[in-house]
C-alpha cells in the first residue's frame, strides 16, 4: 500500500489547485465500489494482510493452489491489457509466457547464468516479441489477428518442441532455485510470498495505466479507431504498446514459473492455457481490474471444487463462457455506474 | 524412387490433403460470406461430423458394411444431422450477436468451440476412437507412383461434393441469394430476401460439408478423436484466406494449394515432417500480413 | 483566390476517385488563418470526402494539400491532427461507456508524450501531465460550456450536448483549423443560435480557424465569411454570402433540393 500512499500525496502537494479531482477509470473507479477512498484503502489493506498472513492457515495443498491463482493473476491482468483495454483478441498469449519461462530456463541452465540476471533479458526478449507478432499484424482486422496470434503461439510451442535448446518435447527440468541475500527461495510457502508480491505489484501497474494518457488511448482505439485517430491518436503505436505491455506482464509470469516449478515443457504453454487465460479475463468482466482478479480466481480454484467432475470440468467451463457471451457479455463483475 | 516418383508421390498426398482443407475451407467462407463472422468452431464441427459418422457406421455397419457403401452412407447422415446442428449453432449463438461489438462474437464462437471439442471430451475420455472399417489397400501403380482405390475415391467424393455446391450456388434461387446476401445484406432485405433463412442454408450447408470431410477423414485415418478439428480447422482457415476469404472457387483452390504446399514442403530438407504444421502457419501469417484478400477476394476500399 | 500564401489550408487540384468513379474532380481551394468558411453543395456533391481527403482519411490519386505551407497528403490521420487540424463528425462518434472529460482528454493525447513505464513508476513529470491534461480539457468544456456534465457518460447527453462534447474533444487538440461536419444537424433553433455563437467564440477568443460544412443555409449565411460550392465534386464557386447568394451556378445546382428555398 505504500507506493500508493507516497503518490498520492506527492499528487496533493504539487496540485495547488483545491478543485475536487474528478473520477477518472482506473483507481478511482475502483474506490467507488467501497465508496470513499479511506473504505477502499482499508478494504485493500484487508485483502493484502489476508493474502500475507494465509500460509499460517492454510495447508501445503492450498498454498500451492492459492500461488498458482496468484500467478493467474498476474497473467490475467497482462492479457487484460491487450484484451480488455485495447480490444484486441489475442490467442497466444501463452506463447509470451513461454517467452519468459524459456529465456529465463536456457540462461540459467545451459548458460549457467544468474536468475536475477536473467530477468531483464527475459522482460526485453518478451517486449521484442510482442513487437515482432504485433508489428506486421495490428493493422489487420480483428477476427485475423486472432488468427495470427493463435498462429504465433502454436509456432512457439512447436519450435520449443522441435528445438534443442529448449529441451525438445521433454522440456527443461533442474532450472535453479532463486537466492536472494543468502536466502534461498525454494519452499511452497517462499514462493507463495514471491507470487504475493507480484501480484499485488501486477495489481498496482494495471490501476496506474488505467490512470492513465497511455491507458485512457486503450480505451479510445478500442471503442473507436477512426475517432481515435482523428484526435491525433497513432492507433498502430497505440496498440503496439499494449502488446508490448501484456508481453511483459506474460514474461513475468513465465520466469517465476519457470523457478518455481523448476522444470518447463512445451504443454505448459499450449492453445489450452491460452484460452484459460482468456477465459479468465472474459468471465470477470474485460477491462475491469477487480473483475479479471475474481476471474482468475474462478479459472484456478473453480476445477479444484468441481474435481469430482472429472472430464466435465472444462465443459462446464465452455458452457459458462458462451453463457457469459450471450447474457453477460460484460463479465459478471458490475459495470460501471453512472 | 527417383526424385520425379517422389514428387508425383507427393502431389497424390497433396491432393488427398488439399480435398479435406478444401471441403472445411468451403463452410468458413460462406459463413464468412454471410455474416462476416471467423467461426472459429468450424474445425470442431468437421470433428463432429467425424464422430456421428463413426456413430452412424457402428450402427449399420453390421447391414451394409464397412466399406465404401457404408461410409458414404453415414457420411450423408452425418451431413444431415451435422447440417442442422450447423443451423442451431447459428440460432442459439450468433445470431442474437449479430448486432454487438465483433470482439464479443469472436469469443461466442470460440466459447462454442469449446462446448463442442468438450463435450466430445467429456463423452471419449480424450481418447483416441478408432475408426473400423474394411477398407483395402490395393491401388494402381502408375511409373514408381502408387495410388490407392481410397484416395481415388475420396477424392472423387470430395470433387463431387464441390460440383454440387458450385451448381447450388450458381443455378439455385437460394444460391444466388446467398451470394446476394454476402455482397449486400441490408439491400437484400429491400429486396424481400428472407435473410435469416439464407443464413440458416449457408450454416446448413457449411457444416455438412465440414461433416463429410469429417466422416472421409476418419474413415481414411483410421481414428477420431476430440481435438481432430483444432489444426484442420487453422489449417482450412489458411486455405481459404490464400483463395481470398469469401470466394467458392477461391475455398477450393486454396485448400488444393495448401495440401500441396504442405505436401512437398515435408520434402525440403530442414523442414522435414516435424516442422509442417510451423511451416503451414507461418504461410497463413505471411498470407495474411501481405495478401489478406488472397488470390481470388476483392480488394476493400483502400483506408490508410 | 486571394493569393496562395496568405491561406492556412490551400487544396490544389485535388482528384480522388473510387473504382473509376470521380468523387472529387481537380478541387483547388483554401481557408485564410483566422477565418470562418464554409462548404456547401447538394447532397452527395464530395464535401465529407473531401473532409476525409484533408484529414488523411481517404488518399487523393493527385493534387496537393497543404496546412500553412506544409505539406498534408501521405499523411496519416493522426499525423495531420498533430500538425493541427481537428475535425468532427457527421454522425457523433464519442467514445461509449466514457465519461464527458475521458472523451475530450482525448484531444489532449497528441499534445503529450508519458507512456507506460513513466505511468506504471508515476513519475512526477507523468503527474504533473495528467493533471495539466485535466485542466486543459476541462477548460475547453468550460468554453463550450458544459463543463457542470463533466462526469456523466457521453453518449447518454443530449443531443445537442453530445455535438458540443464533439467540438471541445477536437478545440483540445489545439488546432490551427477546425472543420465542422454539419455542426447544426439535428439542433433546435435556440441551440443553431448558440453554436453561431459558440464558431465565432472559437475563432475570436482562440484563433482558431473554422471550416464547416453545412445544410442549414441561414447559418450559413450568417456565420461564414467565404463560402466554397461543390457540386458533383467540383468546385463550381466560391466568394462571399451575398455573392454566392447571387450566383446563377449555385441556383442551378441546389435546384429541386429543399436547400434551394432557403438560399433563395
Given at each position: ?7 498520492a500525496r ?8 483545491p ?6 477509470a ?77 529465456t529465463t ?110 491507458g485512457?488511448?486503450?480505451?479510445y ?20 504498446a ?8 506474460g ?39 477487480p ?13 479444484e ?27 459478471i ?6 | 524412387?527417383?526424385t ?19 471441403l ?22 468437421y ?49 442474437p ?59 472423387g ?21 446467398m ?34 470431410a ?5 474413415a ?22 490464400i ?34 504444421d ?16 488472397g ?10 | ?23 472529387l ?11 470562418i468558411a ?8 464530395g ?21 500553412g ?10 499525423r495531420v ?6 475535425r ?5 462518434r ?6 464527458v ?9 497528441c ?19 495528467e ?27 443530449a ?17 490551427k483549423?477546425?472543420?465542422?461536419d ?7 433553433a ?5 453554436l453561431?455563437?459558440l464558431?465565432r ?6 484563433g482558431?480557424?473554422?471550416?464547416l ?40 445546382a ?11
Open positions: 500500500m505504500l507506493p500508493f500512499k507516497t503518490a506527492r499528487a496533493e502537494a504539487q496540485d495547488n489547485d478543485a475536487p479531482a474528478r473520477p477518472l482506473g483507481i478511482t473507479q475502483l474506490q467507488q465500489w467501497f465508496g470513499r477512498p479511506a473504505t477502499f484503502r482499508g478494504a485493500m489493506a484487508g485483502i493484502v494482510l489476508l493474502l500475507i498472513l494465509g500460509p499460517f492457515v492454510f495447508s501445503q495443498y492450498i498454498t500451492v493452489i492459492m500461488t498458482n491463482a496468484l500467478l493467474y493473476v498476474v497473467l490475467c491482468l497482462g492479457l487484460n491489457v491487450v484484451v480488455g483495454k485495447a480490444g484486441l483478441l489475442d490467442l497466444g498469449y501463452a506463447a509470451f509466457f513461454a517467452v519468459g519461462a524459456y530456463g536456457i540462461l540459467t541452465l545451459q548458460f549457467g547464468w544468474n536468475f536475477w540476471a536473467s530477468i531483464p533479458v527475459a522482460l526485453v526478449a518478451a517486449a521484442i516479441s510482442g513487437v515482432i507478432i504485433g508489428g506486421p499484424t495490428l493493422r489487420l482486422r480483428s477476427d485475423y489477428l486472432a488468427i495470427v496470434t493463435l498462429g504465433f503461439g502454436e509456432i512457439v510451442r512447436f519450435s520449443a518442441r522441435n528445438l534443442e535448446i529448449t529441451g525438445a518435447a521433454s522440456g527443461l527440468s533442474g532450472i535453479q532455485q532463486p537466492r536472494l541475500f543468502g536466502w534461498t527461495i525454494d519452499s511452497a510457502v517462499d514462493f507463495y510470498y514471491v507470487f504475493v508480491v507480484l501480484a499485488i505489484g501486477a495489481v498496482i501497474a494495471s490501476i496506474r495505466l488505467s490512470d492513465s494518457r497511455i485512457r488511448a486503450w480505451l482505439v478500442r471503442h473507436d479507431e477512426d475517432a481515435a485517430e482523428a484526435m491525433g491518436i497513432n492507433r498502430v503505436a497505440v496498440k503496439l499494449a502488446y508490448v505491455t501484456g508481453a511483459i506482464y514474461a513475468i509470469g513465465g520466469i517465476f514459473f519457470a523457478v518455481n516449478l523448476g522444470a518447463i515443457s512445451p504443454e505448459s504453454f499450449s492453445f489450452e492455457q491460452s484460452v484459460l487465460i482468456l477465459m479468465a479475463v472474459i468471465l470477470g468482466g474485460m477491462g475491469k481490474i473483475g479479471v482478479i475474481l476471474g482468475a480466481f474462478i479459472i484456478v480454484l473453480g476445477p471444487l468441481l474435481r469430482d467432475l472429472g472430464e466435465l470440468r472444462l465443459l462446464v467451463f465452455a458452457i459458462g463462457l458462451l453463457l457469459i457471451m450471450l447474457f453477460r457479455p460484460s463479465g463483475w458490475p459495470g460501471r455506474t453512472q | 524412387m527417383t520425379f516418383d517422389i514428387l508425383a508421390q507427393q502431389l497424390v498426398n497433396g491432393l488427398v490433403l488439399g480435398s479435406f482443407y478444401a472445411v475451407a468451403l463452410g468458413y467462407t460462406m459463413i464468412f460470406g454471410v455474416i462476416k463472422l471467423l467461426n472459429f468452431a468450424h474445425g470442431d464441427v470433428m463432429i461430423g467425424g464422430f456421428v459418422g463413426f456413430a452412424v457406421l457402428s450402427l449399420v455397419g453390421g447391414l451394409v458394411g464397412t466399406g465404401w457403401g457404408g461410409i458414404a452412407l453415414s457420411m450423408f447422415v452425418s451431413m444431415i444431422a451435422v447440417g442442422f446442428l450447423g443451423v442451431v449453432i447459428e440460432r442459439i449463438a450468433y445470431h450477436m449479430l448486432a454487438a461489438p465483433r470482439l464479443s462474437i469472436l469469443i461466442t464462437a470460440l466459447a462454442v468451440s469449446l462446448v463442442l471439442q468438450n463435450s466430445v471430451l467429456a463423452l471419449t475420455g480424450g481418447e483416441f476412437t478408432a475408426f473400423r472399417t474394411n477398407l483395402g489397400f490395393g491401388g494402381i501403380a502408375l511409373g514408381g507412383v502408387f495410388i490407392t482405390y481410397n484416395q481415388m475415391v475420396l477424392v467424393m470430395a470433387a463431387i461434393l464441390m460440383l454440387a455446391l458450385e451448381t447450388f450456388v450458381t443455378r439455385t434461387q437460394y444460391g444466388r441469394a451470394r446476394a446476401v454476402s455482397i449486400d445484406k441490408d439491400m437484400c432485405r429491400l429486396m424481400g430476401i428472407d435473410v435469416t433463412k439464407i443464413i440458416a442454408v449457408t450454416f446448413l450447408i457449411g457444416s455438412a460439408l465440414a461433416a463429410a469429417g466422416t472421409m477423414a476418419g481414411y485415418y483410421g481414428s477420431i478423436w476430440y481435438f481432430m478439428g483444432f489444426l484442420i480447422g487453422l489449417k482450412a482457415f489458411t486455405a481459404a484466406v483463395g481470398g476469404i469469401g470466394s467458392i472457387p477461391g475455398a477450393m483452390a486454396g485448400g488444393l494449394i495448401l495440401g500441396l504446399l504442405e505436401a512437398f514442403g515435408t520434402q525440403i530438407p530442414f523442414i522435414g515432417s516435424e516442422w509442417k510451423v511451416f503451414s502457419f507461418s504461410i497463413l501469417i505471411l498470407v495474411l500480413v501481405f495478401k489478406p484478400t488470390l481470388f477476394g476483392k480488394s476493400e476500399v483502400e483506408r490508410m | 483566390m486571394s493569393g496562395a500564401q496568405k491561406m492556412l489550408l490551400n487544396l490544389s487540384d485535388v482528384r480522388l476517385s473510387f473504382a473509376g468513379n470521380t468523387v474532380d481537380h478541387v483547388s481551394f483554401g481557408v485564410a488563418g483566422g477565418s464554409s462548404l456547401i453543395g447538394p447532397n452527395g456533391a464535401k465529407t470526402s473531401l473532409f476525409n481527403c484533408i484529414t488523411g482519411f481517404y488518399r487523393p490519386q493527385s493534387g496537393s494539400i497543404t496546412l505551407g506544409e505539406e498534408l497528403l501521405r499523411r496519416k490521420p493522426h491532427t498533430q500538425m493541427g487540424i481537428a468532427t463528425f457527421q454522425n457523433l464519442l467514445f461509449r461507456e466514457m465519461s472529460l475521458e472523451n475530450v482528454m482525448a484531444g489532449q493525447h499534445r503529450t508524450r508519458a507512456g507506460a513505464i513513466s505511468a506504471v513508476l508515476r513519475l512526477p513529470s507523468q503527474q504533473r501531465e493533471r495539466e491534461i485535466r485542466k486543459a480539457s476541462e477548460e475547453c468544456l468550460d468554453f463550450v460550456g458544459i463543463l457542470d456534465e463533466a462526469d456523466r457518460i457521453a453518449t447518454t447527453l443531443y445537442g450536448h453530445q455535438r458540443r462534447v464533439e467540438i471541445a474533444r477536437a478545440l483540445a487538440t489545439q488546432p483549423l477546425l472543420l465542422l454539419e455542426p447544426a444537424a439535428g439542433l433546435n435556440g441551440e443553431k443560435a448558440t453561431i455563437d464558431i467564440r472559437i475563432r475570436d477568443e482562440r482558431v480557424a473554422v471550416l460544412i453545412e445544410h442549414d443555409m441561414g447559418l450559413v449565411m450568417k456565420v461564414s465569411e467565404r463560402i466554397s460550392v461543390l457540386d458533383h465534386g467540383a468546385m463550381i464557386s466560391e466568394g462571399r454570402p451575398d455573392e454566392i447568394r447571387a450566383d446563377p451556378k449555385v441556383i442551378e441546389y435546384l429541386g433540393q429543399d436547400e434551394a428555398e432557403e438560399l433563395l
